[in-house]
């Protein structure tokens, strides 16, 4: 079975620091997807990254990064010099890849982010 | 391009009542999921279609819940009767779809309708 761990509920920050938002996972699957979403107050889930399991290169988005470790099972997510606009709740998701059925997607209970002037 | 289409985006009915929501996917997006979201809670998938074939249901309540995706392309998800604990957000999603089982796909999301049952 998996399982995706956010233990981070809700985090504040004053606009422009750097924030980090932690993700671990629980699979038995060697094959597997990482992703990560963002629900702003809108309600739509944006969709932010994908990783799979044989790439732990860290990747940078503009302000945005992610840092991917299997020794840990983690795929957490850095937001440089926030900005209020970055204010939503974040989700990470994971997907194996399981033969007859595709792309399930199991996701976190979210991280809130709330970003102030 | 344009993305996934929900509608309505709100519904408020009393217990018992029945309730349909509609959505039509991302152009050329074979596969359809539906997710419930509850308050506080991460996306639960309901039921996914591939072409306008049911590829896991395993987690609709089928006494209550139902999906249909008739000509492969916009579906719709009816709950009856509503029940107090369905108030939640649901959501649709879509992705390019291709051979069961293929390798995993980005989904990407619709607003999702929120429906409040009292």
């Known amino acids: 079975a998996q399982k995706v761990t956010q233990a981070q509920t809700e985090i504040s920050v004053v606009e422009k620091e750097d924030v980090t938002l932690d993700c671990v996972y629980e699979?038995?699957?060697?094959?597997?997807?990482l992703f990560w979403y963002k629900q702003p107050p809108s309600g739509e889930l944006v969709f932010l990254i994908r990783?799979?399991?044989?790439?732990?290169q860290n990747e940078i988005s503009g302000r945005y990064s992610w840092n991917f470790q299997k020794s840990t099972s983690s795929f957490n997510f850095t937001i440089t010099a926030s900005q209020v606009v970055d204010s939503a709740v974040y989700f990470c998701?994971?997907?194996?890849?399981?033969?007859?059925?595709?792309?399930?997607?199991?996701f976190g209970t979210g991280t809130r982010l709330q970003v102030t002037l | 391009e344009a993305g996934v289409a929900q509608s309505p985006r709100y519904k408020i009915i009393e217990k018992r009542q029945s309730v349909a929501f509609w959505c039509n996917p991302i152009?050329?997006?074979?596969?359809l999921y539906w997710y419930q979201q509850i308050l506080g809670q991460g996306p639960k998938l309901l039921i996914q279609?591939?072409?306008?074939?049911?590829?896991?249901d395993s987690q609709l309540p089928k006494d209550r819940f139902s999906a249909e995706r008739l000509k492969g392309v916009d579906s719709t998800l009816k709950i009856q009767p509503a029940k107090l604990e369905d108030s939640a957000v649901y959501l649709c999603?879509?992705?390019?779809?291709?051979?069961?089982?293929?390798?995993?796909?980005?989904?990407?999301f619709g607003p999702g309708t929120r429906l409040l049952v009292l």
């Open positions: 999603a879509s992705s390019l779809g291709g051979t069961l089982g293929a390798v995993t796909e980005t989904q990407y």
């Open positions: 699979t038995r699957d060697t094959t597997y997807y």
């Open positions: 990783r799979n399991s044989f790439d732990e």
């Open positions: 998701a994971l997907s194996a890849t399981n033969t007859g059925t595709a792309s399930k997607l199991t």
């Open positions: 152009s050329g997006h074979a596969t």
């Open positions: 279609f591939q072409n306008n074939g049911v590829v896991d």
